[in-house]
């Protein structure tokens, strides 16, 4: 804390205004001194944040890309560009001290390599030893670099400032054009021997169903993917999302209706199968699951209930308290990761480095 | 380590005969210096055992028990009579210093209290505390009582002593009439919020397919479990048994050849859903599981197969090193938990108790 305060990224102030007694002293992180730039590359979209410490966003742009041509080599171009973007607003002093990067897919944490990615068509893609070389040969250094699967970082931001802040077992769905999972066990990332766990979306829960991306059978995201409920509405349109399935319902479109309420329906027994698996105190449905939520509560009620009872008497099923930026937030926080072990030699790291 | 050389429960040896160099000394657990009674409460039998510090059976018996009689009331009369058997075969002078309980249902392990083990139809049984009444009355004192579901105790008895030693990441299956999972993530077990975790066995893979005893349909135990195979093999004979199935099988039964097969492939797509959750470096096939496993190995492979790449590359599928008696080893490694602990204090306690 100490390191922190003479670094100048936080500040002690007084208590709140209105406390009553003797006033104690906060600390509270300065926003402005110190920033990273957090993405959240999505199948058909790139988000992208300037953060400041503490979590702020001060500033977010969501550019589209053609998920078909979005190589990786285009895409370390365009997180290039909009690294760029993003610093031009940095405040003035700010020390730039990290990228941090979501990826739908599974990432060796280590070295940033893209193991799969199987919506982006990415196998074994050095995204970290690509970006780092770029990113060097712009600035002349690079910063804390994390690279992680956008499950994974959604749960993380949740478990740090959002609906889980509270509890120490807690699972992040991420649904987009797959479904990802990130999994906290007592207060800590679920990594697997390799970094690998919680791909739930691909738990098979109908083997009598279509074949997934991945090659097996009925895996959930089959059944709860973006393109599954598209597909089952029968919408025609390019690009559809699950908005447009929503809206077509609404509109009395009984197929969007009905590939919802199965939709629903196989939410409820895969998240049944997680209480089952990991008596997890909250699970939190990310990304278009909260759109899909208020139309299958019910039968996630119904199936949940089916959960052995221990586990189902302790679990809560919520909506991100982040919103759709839930693995944005997470990237800016284990972006901010190395500042917060060791603040002197990163902040001195970064001068340094500007200087030269 | 010196509490426990002082209390005699380890003595110091000299190296290994043959050994070259200066000889150095070893600790080793004087097995018959400290004994407790380590039970696998199975659904049609009971497995006790005595043993030694350092997991040694001294003694073990197996009593068969009718499983609709087999209530709270009878298990605790039962419990008693095998544990003064087992006492009687304890070496002269051991301290007697634990029972531990491995129970096929959910166990709050606070109290010993069974919150539900749908096939022994034991719903909120205190077991924890009908045994410590019957056990006080008996010997004026109760030693340390660990309770716990029977998978948790078999994966912690396969990675303190068996396949998973070397391994942090380990999943062990019962395998009995229902399906149980004990999970080991980064080398501590995984509780989850109130120590529910790992019900695998009622991971919803067969939407399409039968009811479970526990509400849901299509339950992994309701394709893998022992009355599903036997029922799918057409054995009418009372208390038929997996190696009923694969006597009928071996003998020409093309329906039990079928129900093997097909089990092998339902056991294949559990496993895949385990790698792809959980990202483990071993999983365990215990009870029948391991007698399935060689009609199941090609199916096996192929479904895991399927799993993510990263995950299935780091996976061993194995057999359990302890044979039938890992969660009866769990057990009794649970039951000397608080000897390994406070020696003194629990030594001191027994001695103190046996004289009162």
Not at 147 to 165: K, P, Q
Not at 200 to 212: F, T
Request: proline residues 4%; charged residues 20%.
């Amino acid at each position: 804390m100490a390191d922190l305060a003479e670094s100048g990224v936080v500040r002690e102030v007084a208590g709140r205004p209105g406390q009553v007694g003797r006033p104690s002293l906060r600390v509270e992180p300065v926003s402005e001194s110190a920033v990273v730039v957090a993405f959240d590359l999505r199948v058909e979209s790139t988000v992208v944040a300037l953060v400041g410490l503490g979590g702020e966003e001060l500033w977010r742009r969501e550019q589209e890309h053609a998920r078909a041509k979005y190589t990786a080599k285009v895409a370390v171009k365009n997180l290039l560009s909009l690294t760029r973007q993003a610093l031009r607003r940095a405040p003035e002093d700010a020390a730039w001290v990290g990228i941090g990067i979501a990826v739908p897919g599974i990432v060796d944490h280590a070295d940033g390599l893209v193991r799969f990615a199987p919506n982006l068509g990415w196998v074994d893609v050095p995204l970290g030893a690509l970006l780092r070389e770029a990113i060097s040969a712009e600035y002349g250094f690079v910063p804390h670099l994390a690279i992680s699967n956008d499950a994974d970082l959604g749960a993380l931001a949740e478990h740090v400032r959002g609906v889980g802040a509270d509890n120490r077992n807690l699972i992040y769905l991420s649904g987009e054009v797959g479904i990802g999972g990130g999994v906290i066990i007592d207060g800590r990332p679920m990594l697997g021997a390799g970094g690998f766990g919680g791909e739930v979306g691909h738990m098979v829960v109908n083997p009598a169903g279509v074949e997934c991306r991945c090659g097996a059978t009925g895996c959930w995201e089959t059944v709860i993917g973006r393109d599954a409920l598209v597909r089952a509405a029968g919408l025609k349109k390019d690009h559809a999302t699950v908005e447009d399935v929503i809206a077509a319902a609404a509109s009395g479109s009984e197929r969007a209706r009905r590939a919802l309420e199965e939709a629903g329906d196989w939410l409820g027994i895969g998240l049944a199968n997680l209480v089952n698996v990991f008596n997890p105190e909250v699970i939190v449905l990310g990304g278009h699951l909260r759109l899909l939520h208020p139309f299958a509560s019910d039968a996630v009620d119904r199936h949940v209930l089916t959960a052995v009872p221990a586990a189902r008497e302790q679990v809560r099923i919520e909506v991100p308290a982040l919103s759709g930026d839930s693995p944005l937030l997470g990237a800016a926080e284990a972006a901010f990761d190395a500042l917060l072990a060791d603040p002197i030699s990163v902040i001195a790291d970064v001068a340094h480095a500007s200087a030269s």
